[in-house]
Each structure stands twice: as structure tokens, then as C-alpha cells.
């Protein structure tokens, strides 16, 4: 069974738009002429009316004041026909040419008679004539005449009167509606022949009008196929003059493909640093175990661990950071004692760190999440700490209003130039190349430890602490302002 035509099944959006536009002006250009040709019509059948009565009067007038049947000026031919019937149907009078009526209705009421002052003048001139009365109602009916042979269709208007004499006559009067038949029967032809021109232009404007408003549209389309062809993420969409829906639409499609560059850049630069960081360890490795192969006695068996030891902190890395990227989540969220953390951290260094640490706790907050994953990130931020500090390192608890809890992370070391304040947070990025990287790690401590807060809903920023030095201030949402299984951790 075929499917019933509908717009949808269209493909094309300029044709679609088309063929919306021409049946919407269809529909519209129909109900207008309809509307037109009713009106024409209504109008050419009062005026028929109108020009039927005052042919009735006339003859109603002449038989008010008396004049005989025989001596009436009626009418003839076949535009006006005109007929007398007395109260018993009968003709009295009628044109010359006029046959037979048909369908004018009954037959009109006899008027009521004219109310006035009683007339007590008995010396009142015998000689002047009595008058009758034309009734004030007219009947209008449509019916037809046969005049001359040939019937035709007629307005008729009835009208009663009353002779001098008493006798209640109807006049029936007619005009012929051929003419105005004629004239609606032309204007309805000339809009159906101009309903299809007039249909055709609307589509073919319509057509042009679109074809020009989805040419940057298309423009837009070549380009996008373009650059997913040649994989070259630095071009973009060209964005049109018009400040309109395909602009803006333009400009996110550049926004995007921006953002698309930035992110393969990112992992492109993400492989080779983690193929470069990966190739130092297992470098040492091989070299370690060609000598331990060559001469058994030379086998440094701590030094091996300590390559395998490193390796396997920087491959936990990057499955952490590959976990984060793809939105991973982690158990669902409980609540975690931050100051119990602090302390269990900072009691696991123990006194042998090269820098202690202080602790200063002024609230003893909760927050939802990971306990493992706040532990990272805490043991990041204290291990940069450490290996950066000269002598010391504080750490301050405190709560902020009713939904904060901050974290403030200070050491007594260089700090961090204004200018790296968000570059430090980068993967792989080490503000001192020349450091060895024993001391100063992958790079990517720093970058894990904010990622991990992000996904609690937290934040992590750096600046200068009041003393010198760097201050790392860690914020997350208290445990009462954030609901159990939000975000993600």
C-alpha cells in the first residue's frame, strides 16, 4: 500500500519550503476568490432586486391611482417582465411579449389602509378620484418567464396593491439574471485561469528566495565535507555577511571545529608526552637488565624496582586521566571526613619527609565522594608541596558560609609566575625543565589532582601565598549542599 504524500517525505528543504509557500497561497487564493465571487454575487442579486421593485412600483403606483388595466404602461421585451394577478391568481394584466411566470410565490398581503383624520366634510368635490394603497412589503423570489418564446431565469419582486375600487392586485416584476450570471461566470473563470500563473510565480519566488538564503548553507556543507576529507581541523566554515540563523550557525560550526582542534590537539600532545615519559623508564630498564645479563654481579636489583616502581605509577596515571576524559564515575558518593583524610595523609610521610607539614584545622567539614580519589588528589597537591618548598608546608582547613569547604595547600618555595598560574594544570607541563625528572615527576600530579576535584563538583586554583611561595586553595561543596549521586566522582 503506497504512503500517503506528505511534506516530510521531501528531501530537499528548498523544495519543501516550496512547495509549503504554494499551498499556503493556494489555499489562501482560493478562499479569497470564493469569498470574492460570493460577495459579486450577493451584490449583481440586490441590485436585480432593487431595479424588479422599482419596475413593481411603477405599475403598482398607476394602479393605486386608477388607471385601467388596459392603459397601464407596462414594460416589454425580456429584461423586465411584468405581470398582474388579481387575488384569485388570475392575470389582469401583463407585458406584450410575457407568456407565463413561474415561481414567484404567493401572492403578496393586501396593504393595510393608510390611518388618518376622519373626513367630515360632507361638501368634499364628488369629481376628484379615490386613491389606493401600495403596500410597503416586497417578496423577492427567484423564478422564470417565458418572453417571446424563451424562458429564461428572473429576479422577481411581489408587491401588493389596492385599486380605487378595492380590488387587491399583486405585482410581479422581474429582471433578468443572465447578465449578472455572466459577469460572475467571468470573474470565476478569470481566477481559475490565473490561479496556476499566479501559483507558478509564487513557486518560482520562492525557489530563488531560497536558493539565495541556503546558498551559504551549502557553502557551509562543501566545506565541512572538505575538511572531514582532508582530516585538516585548522580550517573553518565560512560565515556569511547577514546577521541572521545561518551566521550564528556558521559561527558555532567554527566554535566547534575550534574546540575539535584543541581537543585532538591536546591528545595528540597527551600520546607523545606519555610515549616520551614511557620510553625514559623502560630505556633504563632494558639497559639495567642487558648489563645484569652481561655481568650477573653488576645486577642492581633496587634500582630495577625503583624503574618498575615508576612505570607503574605513571601507567596508573594515564588510566586515571583516561578514566576522567571519558566521564567515568566512580562508587557512588559518601560521605568523607576531610580532616580524617588531612591527618591520615600527612601521618603517612611520616618524619623522614624532607618537609614537614602543619595543619591547622578550623572546621572539621564532610563532603560527598571518593575517599580514594580525594585521597589522590590531597596526596598530589602535598607531594607538589613538598617538592617545592624550602622548609615548611601548611595546610588550613576552613569552611566557607553554609555550602564550601576550602582547602588552603602553602609552602615557603619560588611559587609560580603569574603568567603559568593555569598552565601548570596542564598535563606533562613542568614549569622547571632543567629538574631531573626523579624529583619532579611526569607532570602530571597537578593535572589529575584538579580533574579529580572537578568531578566532585570542586575547583583548584593557585596563587601567591602572603608569605611567599605558592598557595593552592582547594574548594568542594559541603556534604548538606550537594545531594547524594550528583555529578560524578
Known amino acids: 500500500m503506497p504512503r500517503p504524500f506528505t511534506f516530510a517525505r521531501v528531501a530537499s528543504v528548498r523544495a519543501r519550503t516550496t512547495l509549503f509557500a504554494t499551498a499556503v497561497v493556494a489555499v489562501a487564493l482560493v478562499v479569497t476568490g470564493l469569498a470574492v465571487v460570493l460577495l459579486l454575487r450577493a451584490n449583481l442579486d440586490r441590485q436585480s432586486d432593487l431595479q424588479a421593485e422599482v419596475s413593481a412600483r411603477e405599475v403598482a403606483s398607476q394602479l393605486a391611482a386608477g388607471v385601467p388595466y388596459a392603459q397601464l404602461d407596462v414594460p416589454d421585451g425580456d429584461e423586465n417582465p411584468v405581470q398582474v394577478v388579481d387575488s384569485s391568481g388570475r392575470v389582469v394584466a401583463a407585458g406584450e411579449d410575457l407568456s407565463a411566470i413561474s415561481g414567484t410565490g404567493p401572492a403578496a398581503v393586501k396593504p393595510a389602509a393608510s390611518p388618518g383624520p376622519p373626513d367630515d366634510d360632507d361638501d368634499r368635490d364628488e369629481d376628484t378620484p379615490q386613491r389606493g394603497e401600495v403596500s410597503g412589503d416586497v417578496h423577492h423570489s427567484t423564478g422564470s418567464a417565458t418572453v417571446d418564446g424563451e424562458t429564461a431565469d428572473y429576479r422577481f419582486a411581489s408587491i401588493a396593491v389596492t385599486t380605487p375600487g378595492g ?53 557551509i556543507r562543501t566545506e565541512l565535507a572538505e575538511i572531514t576529507a582532508s582530516s585538516d581541523l585548522t580550517r ?21 571545529l575550534a574546540a575539535l582542534e584543541r581537543s585532538v590537539e591536546r591528545q595528540r600532545g597527551f600520546v607523545a608526552d606519555a610515549s616520551h615519559e614511557l620510553r625514559n623508564p623502560i630505556a633504563s630498564l632494558r639497559t639495567e637488565l642487558e648489563v645484569a645479563a652481561a655481568h650477573p654481579e653488576l645486577l642492581d636489583l633496587d634500582g630495577l624496582t625503583t624503574e618498575v616502581v615508576r612505570l607503574q605509577h605513571l601507567a596508573a596515571d594515564l588510566l586515571l586521566l583516561a578514566r576522567l576524559d571519558a566521564g567515568e564515575q566512580a562508587v557512588t558518593p559518601k560521605p568523607v571526613a576531610l580532616a580524617d583524610l588531612l591527618r591520615e595523609e600527612v601521618e603517612r610521610r611520616g618524619p623522614a619527609d624532607r618537609v614537614p607539614i602543619g595543619i591547622e584545622l578550623k572546621a572539621a567539614p564532610q563532603v560527598l565522594g571518593s575517599r580514594d580519589r580525594l585521597a589522590r588528589a590531597l596526596a598530589n597537591l602535598l607531594n607538589n608541596a613538598q617538592r617545592h618548598a624550602s622548609s615548611q608546608v601548611n595546610v588550613t582547613l576552613r569552611q ?5 569547604v576550602v582547602m588552603d595547600i602553602t609552602d615557603d618555595g619560588p611559587g609560580v609566575p603569574p603568567g603559568d598560574r593555569e598552565r601548570i594544570f596542564e598535563r606533562f607541563v613542568r614549569l622547571d625543565d632543567a629538574r631531573s625528572r626523579d624529583e619532579g615527576g611526569a607532570g602530571l ?8 576535584l572537578r568531578a566532585h563538583g570542586g575547583t583548584l586554583t593557585v596563587e601567591a601565598a602572603p608569605g611567599g611561595g605558592a598557595l593552592f586553595r582547594m574548594r568542594l561543596p559541603l556534604r548538606n549542599a550537594r545531594t547524594e549521586g550528583h555529578g560524578r566522582a
Request: net charge positive.
Open 236 to 256: 573553518r566554515v565560512p560565515v556569511p555577511a547577514s546577521r541572521d540563523e545561518v551566521a550564528a550557525l556558521a559561527t558555532a560550526t567554527n566554535e566547534t
Open 445 to 452: 600530579g597537578l593535572a589529575i589532582a584538579r580533574d579529580l
Open 400 to 404: 566557607d558560609g553554609d555550602r564550601w
Open 167 to 219: 380590488e387587491t392586485l399583486t405585482v410581479h416584476a422581474g429582471t433578468a439574471v443572465a447578465t449578472a450570471r455572466k459577469a460572475v461566470g467571468t470573474v470565476t473563470q478569470a481566477m481559475l485561469a490565473g490561479l496556476p500563473v499566479l501559483l507558478a510565480v509564487v513557486a518560482g519566488v520562492t525557489w530563488l528566495v531560497t536558493r539565495r538564503a541556503l546558498r551559504p548553507v551549502a557553502a
